[in-house]
C-alpha cells in the first residue's frame, strides 16, 4: 500500500502545482485543495455476499480541485460489513458456526469529471473512477465441538490491487460543499474460493457497492 500512496501524492503534488497557477489568474478558484469526510452503506455482491451482509463505510478524502473540469481525488476507506453465519449440524445438535465479519481498509487514487452547468447552479453533478490498494480481512469466528477439530482458520488479511468508478451530485454551498455519490468496488483475487466441500480452489474477485454522504470543505 505504501508503493501506491506515494505515488498518489507524487500526482497530486505535481497537480496541485499546475492548478495553483492556474488560480492565480483572475475570475479563478484561489486555492486548488479540498478535503472532506463521508460515511454510508456498504453492500456485498456476487462471492462477497456469500460470507458478507450489509455493512458500513466511513472515510476522508483530499482532493484538488481546478478551473477545468477534471480534478483528483485521494481517498483512504474503512469498511466494514455485517456478520454472516452458517451452522453444520448432524442430527438434532449443532456440531459448529462459523460466522465471518469481512473488514477492508482502502486507498485509491481518483480522477473526477465535474459535468459543466451554469456558474449559478448550486448542483453539480460528477463522475468518479480510479485504481488503488485494499487490505481485506475475513474476521472469521467458529463456535462449537467441532472447532478444535478443524484447527486454526486462516485469518490472514490480504492487500490486493482494485478499481473503482462512480458518480454522485455536488452540492455548494457557503464555504463548504457536500455530495452524496455511489461507487462500485472491484478487489482483484480478495477472496478464497471454494467448492461444494469446502476445498480451495483458487481466488475469487471481491465486489462492493457504496452509498455515502459526505462534506467538503475548501
Avoid at 497557477?21 to 453492500?43: D, H, I, L, R, Y
Avoid at 469481512?102 to 487514487?109: A, C, K, N, Q
Avoid at 454551498?173 to 480452489?201: K, P, S, V
Amino acid at each position: 500500500m505504501t508503493h501506491w500512496t506515494s505515488r498518489g501524492a507524487t500526482l497530486l503534488l505535481a497537480f496541485a502545482v499546475t492548478a495553483t497557477a492556474k488560480a492565480q489568474e483572475p475570475n479563478m478558484v484561489t486555492s486548488p485543495f479540498t478535503f472532506g469526510v463521508f460515511g454510508g452503506a456498504a453492500f456485498p455482491f456476487g462471492d462477497l455476499k456469500d460470507g458478507a451482509n450489509t455493512g458500513f463505510n466511513v472515510g476522508g478524502l483530499l482532493g484538488i480541485v481546478t478551473p477545468y473540469p477534471l480534478g483528483l481525488r485521494l481517498d483512504v476507506d474503512y469498511t466494514r460489513f455485517g456478520k454472516e453465519e452458517q451452522s453444520f449440524s448432524d442430527g438434532p445438535g449443532t456440531l459448529l458456526t462459523v460466522s465471518a465479519e469481512p473488514s477492508i481498509i482502502s486507498g485509491t487514487l481518483n480522477a473526477v469529471f465535474l459535468v459543466p452547468v451554469s456558474p449559478t447552479t448550486t448542483v453539480r453533478p460528477y463522475f468518479i473512477g480510479g485504481a488503488g490498494a485494499y487490505n481485506a480481512r475475513p474476521n472469521i469466528e467458529c463456535s462449537g465441538t467441532l472447532c478444535d477439530a478443524i484447527g486454526d482458520i486462516d485469518e490472514d488479511s490480504r492487500t490486493k490491487f482494485g478499481l473503482n468508478a462512480g458518480g454522485g451530485l455536488d452540492f455548494r454551498l457557503a464555504g463548504f460543499a457536500t455530495f452524496l455519490e455511489a461507487r462500485w468496488n472491484w478487489i482483484l483475487d480478495a477472496l478464497t474460493d471454494t467448492d461444494e466441500d469446502g476445498n480451495d480452489i483458487g481466488d475469487a474477485n471481491a465486489t462492493l457497492g457504496l452509498l455515502r454522504f459526505g462534506i467538503r470543505f475548501r
